[in-house]
């Protein structure tokens, strides 16, 4: 007989994982962010090339169906911004195909907030603020110095390229020999994630949080853009926060043009089938919330898993969650 009936965690690592839901929900609370529930299943998907979406066939009013598992709660709750809500946070259960291992699990728990009217640096701040709240460091003690690192600038010192001018035929070359993977075929934001997941993000957040910014326009999925000061290539209005070499959050300021949205969805979708992938379909009512009219803000969707992995001192995310994909 086997024990795998048994949790992934410890019952004592979840009861401190209450605790620290608890501290978030304060947090919220105390900024009057207020929390809402959305639709783990949808009728449109991810259409990120490099996220995979799970679904499921369902039956509904309208007969058979093809549903979505979300992979963050971001498009319904653009609506309830849309519709009016004001500054709202999530604990949702969020879903990735293929997304495995010490710092990953199919089935995990996103931490999603927005914030109508705040700009990125200040988002920027608040994370920074929940992060040292939920490690236990104390209301304004940050867990070290908080940096903005330039994407473009990291490469430049850690691999000496130029991320946004280098050749496809170079970061292709370059990342085969980092990665140790045939890098032939692939294009160039799949060679970039190589060389920042393998070379550069493990040296991220090693004295204090490291917020990445200025990524390439093309890894803004739903984020604005904005012309980088130094030759003024466009450039994505998103950040990425680091701690001891781990992402933990992903924030942009805010697409709020339908037209723009929908054209990007549509190339999203022209990769995907140029790679040889299932296309996903379009999610339309999110279009139609930002045709209504969204308001200018920011939002950040933060692995909670990985959080409380860090602030428990665990060796990986199933340590810290009652049933891990494995023994679900």
């Known amino acids: 007989m086997t024990d795998d009936w048994r949790p992934s965690a410890e019952i004592a690592t979840l009861r401190e994982r209450a605790r620290l839901i608890a501290e978030v929900r304060a947090f919220f609370a105390e900024r009057d962010v207020w929390e809402v529930e959305t639709p783990v299943l949808g009728h449109g998907g991810s259409t990120e090339v490099h996220l995979a979406s799970l679904s499921a066939e369902a039956t509904t009013t309208a007969g058979r169906e093809r549903l ?17 809500s004001g500054s709202i946070f999530q604990l949702a259960r969020s879903f990735r195909d293929g997304e495995v291992g010490r710092r990953h699990n199919l089935e995990f728990t996103m931490l999603e907030w927005y914030r109508p009217g705040l700009g990125l640096e200040a988002l920027i701040e608040e994370t920074a603020a929940l992060v040292a709240r939920v490690l236990g460091r104390g209301a304004g003690d940050k867990p070290g110095p908080l940096r903005r690192r330039r994407y473009r600038e990291l490469f430049r010192e850690t691999l000496d390229i130029d991320p946004f001018t280098a050749s496809l035929e170079s970061l292709r070359r370059l990342a085969g020999e980092r990665g140790g993977l045939s890098m032939a075929e692939s294009d160039r934001d799949g060679c970039l994630d ?28 739903l984020a604005r853009h904005h012309r980088d000061p130094e030759d003024g290539a466009r450039v994505a209005s998103r950040f990425e926060l680091y701690l001891g070499g781990l992402e933990l959050a992903n924030g942009y300021d805010e697409l709020t043009d339908a037209a723009e949205q929908r054209a990007r969805f549509t190339e999203d ?22 045709e209504s009219g969204l308001p200018a803000g920011s939002g950040v969707a933060l692995g909670l898993d990985r959080l409380i992995q860090l602030a428990l001192g665990k060796e990986s995310v199933a340590e810290v969650m009652a049933f891990a994909t494995p023994r679900c």
């Open 269 to 290: 979708n022209a990769a995907r089938r140029a790679l040889g992938l299932a296309e996903v379909a379009v999610d339309e009512r999110l279009l139609a919330a930002l």
């Open 194 to 221: 190589l060389l920042m997941s393998f070379v550069i993000e493990p040296g991220l957040g090693r004295d204090g949080l490291d917020a990445v910014v200025d990524y390439p326009a093309s890894q803004a999925a």
């Open 68 to 84: 979505w598992l979300q992979t963050s709660p971001e498009f319904a709750m653009k609506r309830l911004l849309a519709a009016g």
